[in-house]
Every structure is written in structure tokens, then in C-alpha cells.
């Protein structure tokens, strides 16, 4: 298999996905509350075995299952990766004890999860937070600070938290804790925001954390950040590809049957030109997601700069084929309730979050001057026929 097609198998297993979601989860999403949490959806997630994919299966299997979901309903997407972000780190990097403690409740559905790295003042800038870890004398951690726009803030049952355990360090300086949702000190507000998902702010006001809280070694917490976002950028990719196909399904089915001038709306060449636009811009970042995520799961060494490659096409796209679909649609695609009004409040958040378009930029520039200078001991292809 090539990272460019599909096996009949992955296909048919991508149609049970999307008969699964319309049958069992889009009717919980809808009796969910935007905003909230929705437990019943991330329980039948479990019941259905789908969160296991988050941490047995590999990079382009985890993209086939997230562009699946999210074609059919982006809120049992949305709570799948959500909780992959939150619990991949205790996966990879948790002790024995805090694996068996958690992992079992999130694969179960049982148990909310949630990744705390963003603050105030350090969104893109992941290792200039300021979250304190201040030593306790006694080998442990009291924890000072506010994090701010965490998806599944304040309902989640633990959070993954970035704390600065070194001051002035940089990213050198960040150690990861795994903090319980019901330890004291630390409380949280509820944002309300334009995509429908929670999202919220945590307080810390001394929130004590010991060595056997911690996620990996200390001062190691960056990797620990950027390894979890490297595994799942590329499918933040592959939930904006099912996005874009969504929309790009309804404005086929639409533009098949409106009357307009005399005939279809298809038959209008301004129309089916912006179609075959969306269409090949939504291929295409699909097969450069999938692309990302076979060399993830090759392990090959340009996988930074193939997943911001992957990200930003595919949420950059995902963006332009909805506004295109709301405006070939008119004036019904903006009724609260139509899926394209929907889709127009959940594609714009993944242009920001998990590293925001322009950080993608200067992560895919930087991998590409960083493969240009361990390459330099080669020929300049400028001096040939010199000399």
C-alpha cells in the first residue's frame, strides 16, 4: 500500500464508519448541549472501540477513522481527538501506575481527558509559559498560574499540564504533569466561543503535584508537548478533510438540483468551476495528510515538517470549500440548524488551534532550512561549471 491509495479493506472499513456515526452517534450529538461536554457520545465512542484507535493504531488509520467521523458528525470527531490529545501523553510517557489508573476509564469512554497547554500569554509561543511549578521541599511541586482555551475545560476528569519547572529555561525549562480534575486548588470557567465544543480556562492556586505526578522526566515537558502534537496534526488535517467533503457533498447534491436561469445551478460555469475547485483542493490535502501520516508511521526523520505541511493545506482548505459551499448555497446555508451553518462555526478553529497557520509556516520553514544545511557539504548546484 502506498500512502496515496486505498486497500478495499480501509474503504469498506471507512463506510461502517460513516454508517456508525449517522446511526449511533449523530443522535447523541444532537441531544448534546454546545459547550458542554457530552458524555453519552464519548461513552458510545468507547462502546464502540473507536477511542482505541487512538493508541493502537497508527498515524493514516487514526486520519481514515477522523476524516470518517468528521464527514458525518464533527462533534463525535471532536470528542474523539480530544481525548487522545488529553490521554496520548500518559500513554507514551505515564508511569505504570498512572496508565492503569486512566487509560482503561478513556478507552472506555468513562473517564474525560484534556491537554493544558495554552495560556494568556503563551498560545503559539508554547515555551514561553508561565504556569509555575514552585518546589515544595518535600520532592514535589505547588502549581501557580492560569491556562487558558483547554477543549474540555472545566468538565474533564485530568488534565495533562504544562508547568514551568525551571524559570527562564525556555522550552528546556517545562515539565508535564498528569493533574486530576478534583485536586485542590484547581478550578476552572467555562468559555463560550464560536465552535460548539467546550472550551475553557483553568485557575491554579497551589495545586500540589508530586515526582509521581509527572509525565516523563522533568524539564523534558516540551517533548512531551510537541511528540503528542506531531502525532496528531495530521489528523487535525483529516478532521478538515471530512469537513471539506461534507461541505463539498452538499453543494453537489444542491447544485444538481436548484433551479436557476432556466436550468440547474451545475449547468452555470461560474458554479461548476468553484466545484471542481473545491474538489481538487479537497483531494489534494487529503492525499498530503495521508502522505504525512505514512511517513509518521514510518518513522522517517522530516515527520515536523510533513504534519505542519498536512495541517495547514488541509484546515487552510477545509476553510475555503466551506465559505465556497455556504455561498453556493445562499441565504438557507446561514439558518441556524443547516449542516453548512454548522460546518461554518467548526472550520475555523483548526486554522488556530494545535499551532495556528502561521506557526505551521515557520515550522515547515525550519525543517526545510535544517534539511538545507545538512545537506550544504554537497555540490552547490549554483557553482556548477565554475572554476
Not at 461536554?37 to 497508527?58: K, T, W, Y
Not at 501523553?89 to 478513556?106: D, I, K, M, N, T
Not at 471539506?244 to 452555470?268: I, N, P, V, Y
Not at 506557526?359 to 520553514?365: D, F, K, N
Request: proline residues 5%.
Amino acid at each position: 500500500m502506498t500512502a496515496f491509495s486505498l486497500n478495499p479493506e480501509e474503504i469498506a472499513r471507512c463506510e461502517r464508519l460513516r454508517e456508525l456515526t449517522a446511526e449511533r452517534l449523530l443522535p447523541l450529538a444532537d441531544k448534546g448541549d454546545p459547550g458542554r461536554v457530552n458524555r453519552p457520545l464519548v461513552q458510545e465512542l468507547g462502546e464502540l472501540g473507536l477511542l482505541d484507535a487512538l493508541f493502537d493504531s497508527g498515524a493514516l488509520d487514526l486520519c481514515l477513522l477522523r476524516e470518517s467521523l468528521a464527514r458525518g458528525c464533527t462533534e463525535a470527531e471532536t470528542a474523539l481527538a480530544l481525548q487522545g490529545l488529553g490521554a496520548h501523553p500518559v500513554h507514551a510517557y505515564g508511569s505504570p501506575a498512572q496508565r492503569e489508573r486512566w487509560l482503561p476509564p478513556v478507552r472506555a469512554g468513562r473517564a474525560v481527558a484534556a491537554f493544558a497547554l495554552s495560556e494568556p500569554g503563551a498560545g503559539s509561543d508554547a515555551a514561553a509559559l508561565a504556569l509555575a511549578a514552585e518546589p515544595d521541599g518535600s520532592g514535589g511541586w505547588h502549581l501557580t498560574g492560569e491556562k487558558s482555551w483547554i477543549s474540555n475545560a472545566p468538565e474533564a476528569d485530568f488534565y495533562t499540564v504544562f508547568a514551568r519547572t525551571t524559570p527562564d529555561a525556555g522550552a528546556r525549562g517545562v515539565t508535564a504533569f498528569l493533574v486530576p480534575a478534583d485536586r485542590a486548588g484547581l478550578t476552572g470557567t467555562p468559555l463560550a466561543m464560536l465552535s460548539p465544543h467546550p472550551i475553557g480556562t483553568l485557575a491554579f492556586d497551589g495545586v500540589r503535584v508530586g515526582a509521581d505526578d509527572a509525565l516523563g522526566e522533568r524539564d523534558r515537558g516540551f517533548r512531551v508537548a510537541m511528540t503528542t502534537l506531531n502525532r496528531f496534526r495530521p489528523s487535525v488535517g483529516a478532521f478538515a478533510v471530512g469537513m471539506a467533503q461534507a461541505a463539498l457533498d452538499a453543494t453537489l447534491a444542491h447544485t444538481a438540483g436548484r433551479d436557476a436561469f432556466g436550468g440547474k445551478l451545475k449547468d452555470l460555469q461560474a458554479v461548476s468551476h468553484q466545484v471542481a475547485e473545491m474538489a481538487t483542493r479537497t483531494e489534494a490535502a487529503r492525499l498530503l495528510v495521508y502522505a504525512a501520516a505514512a511517513a509518521y508511521d514510518r518513522d522517517e526523520p522530516d515527520i515536523a515538517g510533513r504534519a505542519a505541511m498536512a495541517k495547514l493545506f488541509a484546515t487552510e482548505t477545509a476553510q475555503f470549500v466551506v465559505d465556497t459551499a455556504v455561498q453556493l448555497h445562499g441565504a438557507r446555508a446561514l439558518r441556524h440548524g443547516h449542516l453548512l451553518e454548522h460546518l461554518y462555526r467548526e472550520v475555523r478553529a483548526p486554522r488556530i488551534y494545535e499551532g495556528a497557520s502561521e506557526v505551521q509556516r515557520a515550522v515547515i520553514a525550519k525543517e526545510l532550512y535544517i534539511g538545507q544545511a545538512a545537506g550544504a557539504g554537497a555540490a552547490d548546484p549554483a557553482a556548477r561549471g565554475q572554476g
